[in-house]
């Protein structure tokens, strides 16, 4: 199979760059804001049509989009719209270039799905701070969405914990009876003992899950959920 065509990127020396697609089929125009960009602190990897351009786009890992209007295979109203259309793709920023001024084409622009639209030629800074604000945005967002979705799980570990706290220590409490009883054969001991054991490590999963917030915290002690002692009796 062919595979589309695609510039390497330019990267600075630093870490923590964000990586920005630039789909640009003027290879002057595209070296130009390839160079301007790494200079902003971007990484930069270029695509020169459409079709490369959704490739990449598939392909990578990226922060933002940049894409030209006017481009050989598919137009970037085209790219912009299959972009959005793909699950892998759809929240990633895109910004579009052309030299198109007249509002027909920004329009399109943003019903096809762009978050911004410059106009040719742009200055590399102007293009620099809208891509590190789309970019914090989509950050802001994608966490935001984090805390609500970790929230509806507390709240529903949370109500399932508080379900079954109180059968859960009235059992532990019968074996505790049970285990006072005189005559129990040393086997039913045993084995009334290891279901015991069992329902205390239930306990201790309930407990961990009450205290959702701290998902990489040790397992609590089963006192923490139920008022009862956790030591076998002899």
């Not at 709240?155 to 059968?167: N, T």
């Not at 309930?206 to 956790?230: F, N």
Request: charged share 25%.
């Amino acid at each position: 199979l062919h595979m589309p065509e695609m510039t390497a990127s330019i990267q600075s020396p630093k870490a923590s760059q964000p990586h920005v697609l630039l789909v640009e089929d003027q290879e002057r125009a595209a070296h130009g804001l390839q160079e301007l960009l790494t200079l902003q602190g971007f990484k930069v990897t270029c695509a020169a049509d459409g079709p490369s351009g959704l490739y990449a786009a598939r392909a990578s890992q990226l922060d933002a989009i940049v894409l030209d209007v006017r481009l050989p295979g598919m137009d970037g109203f085209a790219v912009c719209r299959a972009l959005r259309d793909d699950e892998a793709t759809r929240d990633i920023p895109i910004v579009m270039l052309t030299g198109l001024g007249d509002t027909p084409s920004k329009l399109q622009g943003f019903e096809t799905g762009a978050d911004d639209y410059l106009v040719k030629p742009v200055p590399a800074r102007e293009l620099a701070a809208r891509l590190r604000r789309l970019i914090a945005a989509r950050v802001e967002t994608s966490t935001r969405l984090h805390d609500q979705r970790l929230r509806v799980i507390t709240e529903i570990a949370a109500a399932v914990c508080e379900e079954i706290s109180a059968p859960l220590a009235a059992a532990l409490g019968t074996l505790d009876l049970a285990l006072l009883r005189p005559g129990i054969p040393a086997d039913v001991r045993r084995d009334l003992s290891q279901c015991r054991t069992h329902l205390w490590e239930v306990a201790s999963t309930v407990a961990e899950l009450t205290d959702a917030g701290a998902l990489a915290m040790s397992a609590p002690s089963p006192d923490r959920m139920v008022h009862l002692t956790p030591e076998g009796h002899a």
